[in-house]
């Protein structure tokens, strides 16, 4: 028997086209924003009141009060997909975010927006040839949709240096996922399972941050976030359907698995040093305890046909991210030249899985980020920014595809005075 796997090259409309969305609730999506992404996701010790941090609630306390700060973010991608000898392409473009964030009490900051969550995108055939005959099996395999957060949030400096912060998010989204077989082989039927589910739940986050003045020009920002983790009391169906092949009679059988998805208790830590108003540099580790979910897996082989959708155990793993990024402006003074108030950063991260694939491990993620924030500047505006940044992320585990993706994002920050009042001479 001999097997290959192919890929498709055509665009799709899905925020990733990688087959290991497949797995767990999809692959997990990079919630930062523009400013962050270039730096690899830095976030959690970020405090900055010129932009919106999501990541960190407890950042929202540090916008003053004569700003409003809009932020939309968008990203187009390209993915080499390489099994053995084989090399494929595949590219996509979405629309990622938008986040606002403004001061509503003294030391009380505000925010609400949209950010993804997880997302599934993916289709690719494997033929397996019977023996050493012509014959072949195809099993088809494709996915798509994801799920998203819609939040509200607050942060509060509750005493001088220390501030808290909290994210409420609405979660909401679906995702259908398809395997097909089908064989030359006009005798032998044809077998489709569809598996779907949908959720709609919420997502709650707690950050804190302390920030202490270390010399007239360095500033240390510690920072931690804490993710509530609970079962999101949605269910999961698997739909069998096996079309006869010589009377077309279509059989159906559909399970369902209650409680079947969950979101894990998570926490991280950062800190940076900002340096002269010029210089951020800092790290970032977030742990996120998958490994204690139950996951439904498709039991297709058990004798009892009751038994054949059920919540299992050790499927999913617990999942460690290490961030280190920086950003560097020359001269952030207004009058300065242009090229010198323009922000230079970089970042790199790593993940490891949070799923395994048949009791193998599945890919790790490297990334490795360089962007810039470009400040725009005219007669009524000089304080918001565009943020590009490119991204290239491996991901790999031994015996599976790996995938080299390059990635551009583009943000849109805009920071206004919308609350100072005028003044007539």
């Not at 975010?97 to 505000?110: E, I, Q």
């Amino acid at each position: 028997m001999a097997a290959v796997t192919v890929f498709p090259a055509q665009a799709q409309v899905s925020r990733t086209l990688s087959p290991y969305s497949q797995f767990g609730i999809g692959r997990l999506a990079d919630q930062s924003t523009g400013f962050s992404k270039g730096m690899g996701g830095l976030a959690i010790g970020l405090r900055d009141g010129k932009v919106a941090n999501v990541l960190n609630p407890a950042s929202y306390s540090s916008v003053d009060s004569l700003t409003f700060i809009f932020d939309m973010g968008a990203s187009a991608q390209i993915t080499n997909f390489k099994e053995g000898s084989q090399r494929v392409n595949g590219n996509t473009g979405s629309f990622d975010y938008g986040v606002a964030t403004f001061r509503v009490l003294p030391k009380v900051g505000f925010a609400f927006g949209v950010v993804p969550l997880a997302n599934v995108g993916y289709n690719y055939y494997k033929a397996d040839y019977i023996g050493g005959s012509s014959d072949y099996v195809n099993e088809i395999h494709s996915g798509s949709g994801g799920f998203n957060q819609a939040f509200i949030g607050a942060g509060w400096e509750f005493a001088k240096g220390f501030s808290v912060g909290l994210n409420f998010a609405y979660l909401w989204g679906s995702t259908e996922r398809l395997v097909s077989l089908i064989s030359n082989d006009t005798y032998v039927n044809t077998q489709t399972k569809i598996y779907t589910t949908s959720v709609s739940s919420y997502k709650l986050d707690f950050g804190f941050q302390w920030q202490k003045a270390l010399s007239a020009k360095e500033v240390l920002t510690v920072g931690a976030t804490l993710g509530v983790g609970h079962n999101l009391g949605n269910e999961a169906s698997l739909i069998n359907s096996i079309t006869d092949s010589q009377t077309g009679t279509v059989t159906n059988d559909t399970l369902q698995v209650g409680d079947a998805y969950g979101l894990p208790l998570s926490f991280g830590v950062g800190a940076t040093l900002h340096h002269n108003k010029r210089l951020i540099v800092g790290a970032d580790y977030i742990f996120e305890r998958w490994g204690s979910l139950d996951y439904p897996v498709d039991n297709t082989a058990a004798a009892v046909k009751s038994m054949r959708y059920t919540m299992q155990p050790g499927v999913l793993e617990n999942r460690h991210k290490f961030v280190v990024g920086a950003d560097w402006i020359p001269n952030p003074e207004y009058h300065s030249k242009f090229f010198s108030r323009i922000h230079y950063r970089g970042g790199v991260s790593y993940a490891t899985p949070y799923y395994n694939i048949q009791g193998t491990d599945g890919p790790k993620e490297i990334t490795v980020s360089a962007g810039v924030g470009i400040p725009l500047i005219n007669s009524w505006n000089n304080r918001s920014t565009l943020n590009v940044s490119a991204q290239w992320t491996h991901t790999t585990a031994p015996g599976f595809i790996s995938e080299n993706t390059f990635r551009i994002n583009i943000g849109l920050t805009f920071n206004e005075r919308w609350f100072a009042k005028w003044k007539v001479d």
